[in-house]
Structure formats: C-alpha cells, structure tokens
C-alpha cells in the first residue's frame, strides 16, 4: 500500500530563494481562501502579497526561470498565478514588514512600531522593574 509521506522542505541556496518560498506558501493559502470564499459567497477577494525581499518579488512576477539556478516548480506557480492576475505582489520597506517579528533582532523603534501595527498593547506598569547586579 502506497502511504503518504511529508516531505520536508529542501533547503534554500540564497535568501531571495527563501523569500520566494515564504511567498509560495503565502500564494498557497490565500489562493485556498479565495476558493473557499468564490464558493460560499460568488465572490472574488484579491490577493495581495506583501514582501521585503525585492530579489523574491522580482522572480516571482518574471516569466521562466531566467538566472535562478535553484527555482521549482512550485515558484513557476507563483510566476502563473501573477501573470494570470490572480495575486499581487507588493514590495513593502524592510522597517514596515510586521512578518519580521521573531525572525531577527529588531530595534527597540521597530519593535514598537511592529506590535502597534499588531494591534499589541504594551503597558509599562504590569512589568517588574529592573534590577541592578
């Protein structure tokens, strides 16, 4: 009997094809939402991808593989479902992506700006005061 195996993820060769993997995945799901929304609701949400990767957003809206050594089939999905009008890539400034939050050291100014974009609230009395050593 033929059972069903997960693969793991291969890992990426360069920062712009991991970036593209992230968009891939994104594309994934909301494709996945605007099917199950056409069929409830006869209506057509747009998609919208934000990322701060300009080399990721720059492979994902060509047509073909051009230079990329590494790109799959799954990335030419992306390039499709661009051309085709289907989702939208937008560039968003590296300082401005909320997706950065837990995936590398930010400032204390970004921080802040990331948790009021996430709608956080932070309140200064609930936390214990700082110790001297």
Do not use: C
């Not at 890992?11 to 799901?29: M, T």
């Not at 400034?93 to 970004?110: C, F, Q, R, Y």
Request: charged residues 25%; proline residues 5%.
């Amino acid at each position: 009997s033929i059972t069903a195996r997960r693969r793991r993820p291969p890992i990426a060769q360069s920062s712009a094809e991991a970036e593209l993997g992230g968009i891939h995945r994104g594309a994934l799901f909301g494709i996945y939402v605007q099917n199950v929304w056409k069929e409830r609701f006869d209506e057509m949400l747009p998609l919208r991808l934000r990322t701060d990767s300009a080399a990721g957003k720059a492979i994902a809206v060509r047509r073909g593989v051009g230079r990329v050594r590494h790109l799959d089939i799954r990335q030419l999905t992306i390039q499709q479902l661009a051309t085709a009008k289907r989702l939208q890539l937008l560039k968003v400034p590296g300082g401005e992506n909320i997706a950065d939050i837990g995936t590398k050291v930010l400032s204390a100014h970004v921080m802040n700006y990331v948790l009021e974009k996430l709608g956080v609230q932070r309140r200064p009395e609930a936390l214990p005061a700082p110790t001297r050593s």
